[in-house]
């Protein structure tokens, strides 16, 4: 079973949205300060939990974004030469 180009385009999408979202929302609950400063109680927090978390889904989200700009490469290629090729 194959995927289609744009299915994997779909997925790839979605996984590096998901992963930014993720490492967004834990980037900000890292800095306890803000979290009061908006007025959001969340209890204790395992603070190691959570910098795992934030340091794995970066990773994560970081493979993610090379294997799409690799499967968009000649994409990528294309446009940079038109963009600098000027007018």
Not at 55 to 68: K, N, P, Y
């Amino acid at each position: 079973m194959t995927i289609s180009k744009n299915k994997t385009n779909y997925i790839l999408n979605w996984l590096a949205f998901l992963g930014g979202l993720t490492v967004l929302i834990t980037g900000i609950m890292r800095f306890s300060n803000v979290l009061t400063f908006i007025v959001i109680n969340i209890g204790p927090l395992d603070t190691n939990l959570l910098n795992a978390i934030h340091r794995w889904t970066g990773v994560a989200t970081a493979v993610v974004i090379l294997v799409h700009i690799i499967l968009h490469w000649r994409w990528v290629v294309r446009v940079s030469k038109n963009f600098f090729k000027g007018p």
